[in-house]
């Protein structure tokens, strides 16, 4: 299948049924008249890119999640960063976490729900992450999974499934996501853009693409949620169901369907994209925010970091240097992955506290020649990927000016920076920037209290999106 043109899929598509404020607001009632904590376990920090006043956890110990039961918000995010960890540390992560959820849930009284929130590209430790959730929450409590639903829809990142192929807007063309560069990627990659036959890649068969359950744009806007909960309803032995959807409508009517097949005693863990969180945890939009709700501290410069690798990173690095006024410093990753890592964190530190100091906003980038040690050790390669974010994490641990603001763009990086170097254990999501980049307010503990910490996903906005956000906050 090659790229076609969005409006060519769009004229395509069923009707999309009216009234969406009216379903959506009875959704969101229905949602907080059930007194279920829902926990979001996060594998990268860009998951909260649609929700706002919502609390973000780095931490997973027992206190704070007693504490996150207790939270007035209905949704809490755990972030896990495991995107950027082995396979067993991941498999770590998530077993204990879950398990400290149930313990809680049981001394508690409190109902909860797990949605293992990853990316809308399809890479990251799939099916590990949800096998060992649904694993220890079996163990622990009575609670029997019937099927695992997945949603990669992600409308702000241009993410769609229809007719069960998962596409990646580019341009306004859509390309079925095997065929993208995320395929490739070094540590998750894959072939299938249909998500029947990813999910039978992607388990190695155990799942095969045949019993897989799809709920389809007809179902959805032709057939209604009766129907959808009647799907829903046949799901057995943790059968994967995959979810269509091109607008956030689709989301809206399937939850509704699904709140139907949970009253009826269904059960379900969800693999799912940012934009389904929102719906599930009945979040309201919110506008993005601006330069004078953010900025608190005009006198010192601003911290840019760009760690991501992606293409579209790349392009919005090339862009976002066009600023005359903007500082830039490369740090070379060849240095960093060799013997000379320390004189390289030093150099780029003198540079960065400098600038930030005398009121300058400075740009902190990595050499855009990505190495990779085996084109098959997908697990070496994350190694390379560690050392390099933890020498930006060094870089912004050695500061002793706070900036005025910090955007981290990369998912590895944003999540390093924020908890290795800024300290951060919980912080505010404040909202969004632009259409899918949220902004945390750094909680009192951290390094630098209180300002905003705005986290880029690598494969989000266009390529002028990191320009037009720096100059919007330095100008």
């Not at 009875?26 to 996060?42: E, H, P, R, S, T």
């Not at 929102?278 to 979040?283: A, H, N, Q, W």
Request: glycine fraction near 6%; proline fraction near 3%; hydrophobic fraction near 40%.
């Amino acid at each position: 299948m090659n790229a076609i043109n969005m409006n060519e899929v769009i004229r395509k598509l069923p009707d999309l049924p009216e009234g969406y404020n009216e379903l959506n607001d009875l959704l969101i009632k229905k949602i907080m008249k059930q007194n279920i904590k829902i926990f979001v376990l996060d594998d990268d920090p860009t998951g909260v890119q649609t929700v706002n006043n919502i609390p973000v956890l780095t931490v997973w110990d027992e206190e704070s999640i007693r504490s996150a039961f207790l939270e007035k918000a209905n949704l809490i995010y755990i972030l896990t960063n495991s995107r950027g960890l082995k396979a067993k540390d991941a498999e770590h992560i998530n077993s204990v976490i879950a398990e400290r959820i149930c313990n809680i849930s049981l001394e508690t009284g409190k109902a909860f729900k797990i949605i293992s929130r990853s990316d809308s590209t399809l890479r990251g430790h799939y099916p590990l992450e949800t096998e060992t959730i649904r694993r220890v929450i079996e163990e622990k409590t009575d609670i029997r999974f019937d099927g695992e639903i997945i949603i990669p829809f992600f409308k702000e990142g241009g993410r769609y499934t229809v007719n069960d192929i998962h596409l990646v807007e580019d341009n306004g063309r859509l390309i079925p996501a095997g065929e993208t560069e995320f395929a490739k990627d070094a540590a998750f990659g894959y072939e299938n853009s249909d998500l029947k036959l990813w999910v039978e890649e992607k388990t190695l068969g155990k799942y095969k693409s045949d019993d897989v359950i799809s709920i389809s744009l007809d179902m959805i806007r032709n057939q209604g949620y009766d129907e959808i909960a009647k799907a829903l309803l046949g799901a057995e032995k943790f059968q994967k169901i995959i979810v269509n959807a091109f607008d956030y409508m689709d989301i809206v009517i399937f939850t509704m369907g699904l709140m139907l097949a949970e009253e009826q005693g269904k059960n379900f863990l969800f693999r799912t994209a940012a934009s389904f969180v929102k719906v599930r945890g009945g979040i309201k939009d919110k506008e993005l925010l601006t330069k004078d709700e953010l900025i608190k501290h005009n006198n010192k410069g601003g911290l840019v970091i760009v760690g991501s690798y992606v293409e579209k990173t790349t392009n919005q690095l090339y862009a976002a240097m066009e600023l005359e006024y903007l500082k830039t410093v490369e740090v070379s990753v060849n240095k960093v992955i060799s013997g000379e890592m320390q004189n390289e964190i030093s150099r780029v530190s003198a540079i960065v506290e400098n600038e930030i100091a005398n009121g300058n906003t400075v740009l902190v980038y990595t050499s855009r020649n990505l190495v990779k040690v085996s084109q098959k050790i997908s697990e070496e390669n994350l190694e390379v990927s560690v050392k390099v974010s933890s020498a930006l994490v060094d870089i912004v641990k050695s500061l002793n000016t706070a900036p005025s603001f910090i955007i981290a763009k990369g998912g590895i990086t944003s999540s390093d920076i924020g908890t290795k170097g800024l300290g951060v254990k919980r912080a505010l999501v404040a909202g969004q920037i632009k259409s899918g980049i949220p902004v945390w307010i750094t909680d009192e503990n951290s390094k630098f209290p209180e300002i905003p910490y705005i986290i880029f996903p690598g494969n989000v906005g266009n390529n002028q999106t990191l320009k037009e956000i720096i100059a919007e906050l330095t100008t």
